[in-house]
């Protein structure tokens, strides 16, 4: 597998809000990689954000890379991860970004500071199970395990003696920042007879809420405490599937909560109960509790405003399978998926250099504020020729200073499923969710513009839509893409090419003088 410093996952990076960071990537693998720094907005320097052949070409087997991590409001946890292929499979690690020297958290200071990663395991190859998904075009192999911190955990007979385990002492309170770096699922955790109080989300903080659970999807981060208030003894922590992407039984992974001190140790601790595989509003009420501090010290700008309304429909669709070749899709079709029924193609040289350099005919700026075409998008059969999607390299231009307003609508083309929307170069605020078509006459005044939480990832509900807004004040190339591997490898993606503004605190960067090249 690949790793990083021979580590997996690989090393946690802390920093202080306001830092830079500076990170050498040295390629001595076979296979190119690039690193993204994962919530990270990267103020007027797409130049290392990432993800290959949207900011940059591949780093090369051989050659090195150094990437500047410019951390400017973000404060919590974020992660990074590798952004080719599907190289992000054992490719990742966490950056925790400290209040800035002698300031205080929200919240009382936790005795200690624990990071739990969410991953999976595959026993082969992860590139030949990505080559063979994109032959086939159908669904991908499922991984082996899920992982808690590297470890599928004991209900893996070999994995036994290698469970991750927390150790706490009685009385004590601990900060625990998880980040889903699971490729295709949404996973619940829980500790089994324990509650805890959620205090940020990827990087920001929220208002403190209690729960016996917690919903993560791929590419967000959580940050909750952990009061050890029970018995002392041995407890379940465990994470598990919503919404399987397929028949296994690989959907639980382990960990123990261990407390300090002398006890008799029980033979078998309970495992903590789940919400069923397709309970959405299990998944969907943990999200929507999610609030911005919204006081004087953390205040709000959600943009009250609107300069520029955008609907973006995320479908699966089918495509009939090339001469010579066998589908795995339905109607032995090939999957694909779409923004606005286009099916975003990589180019062979990223857009940031074309755009930067003025080379034409490496994208088109013609990607649409709206789809092509009304329909009731979250019927159940809607007929699969009704949308037949577009490939296409396309971006979406905004214009410096922009106030955006963006509204996720999940489709039942094909298939209805949640997508975690990921945004680059930003954070949006999440201003409203429901289930159904969404109503622009009827939803837009119950948005939530006091308190909504500031998020860079966010589950956009099956056969439902989320509305977000962020000011376009990041002069760059930034992609949107939902962040289930297998949806982005469809195609489900797009880019916004932010322009620049007068004035040199609103202008790009230049690039550094390393650039990987085509
Ligand atoms: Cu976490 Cu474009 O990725
Ligand atoms: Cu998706």
Redesign the pocket.
């Known amino acids: 597998m690949l790793t990083i410093n021979g580590q997996f996952p690989g090393p946690t990076i802390y920093a202080r809000k306001g830092d830079l960071v500076i990170v050498d990537v040295i390629n001595r693998a076979g296979h190119n990689i690039t690193i993204?720094w994962?919530g990270v907005k990267m103020p007027r320097y797409p130049w290392t954000d990432g993800?290959e052949f949207v900011t940059q070409c591949p780093i090369s087997p051989g050659t090195r890379f150094r990437q500047r991590v410019v951390l400017s409001d973000e404060e919590g946890t974020l992660w990074w991860?590798a952004?080719s292929e599907w190289s992000r499979a054992s490719v990742y690690g966490a950056l925790i970004i400290l209040p800035e020297r002698n300031q205080p958290y929200p919240f009382p200071k936790p005795h200690a500071e624990v990071p739990i990663l969410l991953g999976e395991w595959w026993n082969s190859d992860v590139q030949e199970v990505m080559e063979e998904f994109l032959a086939t075009g159908g669904d991908p192999n499922i991984s082996d395990a899920f992982l808690i911190n590297g470890q599928p955990g004991d209900l893996y007979p070999c994995s036994r003696q290698d469970t991750y385990r927390l150790t706490v002492e009685f009385g004590r309170t601990y900060l625990i920042r998880m980040v889903n770096a699971v490729m295709n699922n949404i996973m619940f955790f829980r500790i089994a007879n324990h509650n805890i109080t959620v205090v940020g989300s990827d990087a920001a903080y929220t208002k403190q809420f209690s729960s016996d659970y917690i919903t993560i999807s791929p590419?967000q981060t959580i940050d909750f405490l952990l009061v050890a208030n029970q018995p002392p003894s041995h407890y379940y922590m465990a994470s598990r599937v919503y919404a399987s992407a397929g028949n296994f039984d690989n959907t639980t992974t382990t960990g123990i909560l261990q407390y300090a001190g002398n006890y008799t140790i029980p033979s078998s601790p309970p495992l903590p109960t789940f919400p069923a595989f397709n309970d959405t509003s299990s998944s969907v009420n943990f999200t929507t509790r999610l609030r911005s501090l919204a006081n004087a010290k953390y205040p709000i700008d959600v943009p009250l405003n609107v300069t520029d309304i955008l609907f973006f429909t995320l479908s699966i669709n089918t495509r009939p399978c090339p001469l010579n070749a066998s589908c795995d899709g339905p109607r032995d079709e090939r999957f694909l998926a779409s923004v606005n029924n286009v099916t975003m193609v990589l180019p062979r040289t990223d857009i940031l250099q074309a755009y930067y350099r003025n080379i034409s005919g490496v994208y088109q700026n013609d990607f649409p504020d709206n789809p092509p075409f009304p329909f009731n998008y979250t019927q159940f059969f809607v007929p699969i020729d009704l949308w037949r999607p577009q490939d296409g390299t396309a971006v979406n231009i905004l214009d410096y200073n922009a106030t955006v307003e963006l509204v996720f609508q999940g489709t039942n083309t094909v298939a209805g499923v949640d997508h975690p929307m990921?945004l680059?170069g930003y954070s949006f605020y999440v201003v409203g969710s429901g289930l159904g078509n969404f109503n622009n006459v009827t939803d837009p005044p119950r948005y939530n513009l006091v308190d909504p939480p500031l998020m860079e990832t966010i589950a956009v509900p099956v056969n439902g839509w989320t509305a977000i807004r962020f000011q376009a004040n990041n002069p760059g190339v930034w992609?949107l893409?939902c962040?289930f591997e297998r949806h982005v490898s469809w195609g489900m993606g797009m880019v916004f090419i932010v322009k620049n503004g007068n004035g040199p605190n609103a202008t790009m960067l230049p690039p550094p003088p390393d650039m990987p090249r085509c």
């Open positions: 993204h994962h993800p991860h952004h590419g990921h680059h992609f893409h962040h």
